[in-house]
């Protein structure tokens, strides 16, 4: 079955530090490929994602690319700050016809904390 | 309100007894998840509805599981004779339809502990 692996955490970076969260899927086919952030207290929320290989997906200063030949979605930030401290996920999702395509595989999450 | 809301935000029980999770998705949003995020586990999908109809229970870890939705908004979903292992926060994500890249609206969650 579909399965995503992200890197264990906790991070802890001090800020305009370099981040990189690696995340590496298994899946059937073509899915597409996202990050969610849960900041403390919030809801999970959509940070970026990628549709097809070579995609680059990009949003706050965050960037993560689609490698189909490594399988893989690596989180990366060239420069954190403190408010990026959170919780992300990696996540696919399998786009097919005729239905099922709703259904969102996580993985475990990396909690990241940036030190002033 | 603007965004998914969940309610209560914490929950304790006791072993055995029976709890009900609230989850009112974003007006007018058709599709509605649930999804349980234990310690060390990641996100485990549950149930998904499309409108009133829950095409997808698979994800229900036993038959003291159950959840329904009412008028294509709120949903509920229950446990029944809680154990220890149904320790956990409890997420509901809504999206204007299903399928595809659509994105997911995701509730602060429900922190379940059972005693």
């Known amino acids: 079955g579909d399965s995503v692996t992200q890197m264990e955490g906790p991070v802890t970076l001090s800020e305009e530090a370099f981040l990189t969260i690696n995340c590496t899927y298994t899946a059937t086919g073509y899915p597409s490929l996202f990050w969610y952030v849960q900041y403390p207290g919030e809801g999970l929320q959509l940070l970026l994602k990628?549709?097809?290989?070579?995609d680059k997906g990009s949003n706050k200063g965050f960037e993560a690319t689609y490698r189909k030949e490594t399988t893989s979605f690596h989180l990366e930030k060239g420069s954190v700050q403190v408010s990026d401290s959170a919780v992300y996920f990696c996540a696919l999702k399998r786009i097919r016809s005729g239905g099922s395509n709703y259904k969102l595989t996580f993985g475990k999450g990396t909690l990241l904390t940036v030190n002033p | 309100g603007a965004g998914v809301s969940q309610s209560p935000s914490n929950k304790v029980t006791e072993k055995g007894k029976d709890v009900e999770l609230r989850c009112d998705p974003i007006?007018?949003?058709?599709?509605l998840y649930w999804y349980r995020q234990s310690l060390g586990q990641g996100l485990e999908f549950l149930i998904y509805f499309q409108g009133n109809s829950a095409p997808d229970k698979s994800g229900l870890p036993s038959d003291r599981f159950s959840a329904e939705r009412t008028g294509g908004s709120v949903s509920t979903l229950t446990i029944q004779r809680t154990q220890q292992e149904d320790s956990a926060v409890y997420l509901c994500a809504s999206s204007f339809r299903q399928g595809g890249n659509e994105k997911l609206f995701f509730g602060s969650g429900t922190q379940l502990s059972v005693l």
């Open positions: 990628a549709t097809k290989a070579d």
């Open positions: 007006s007018g949003h058709t599709a």
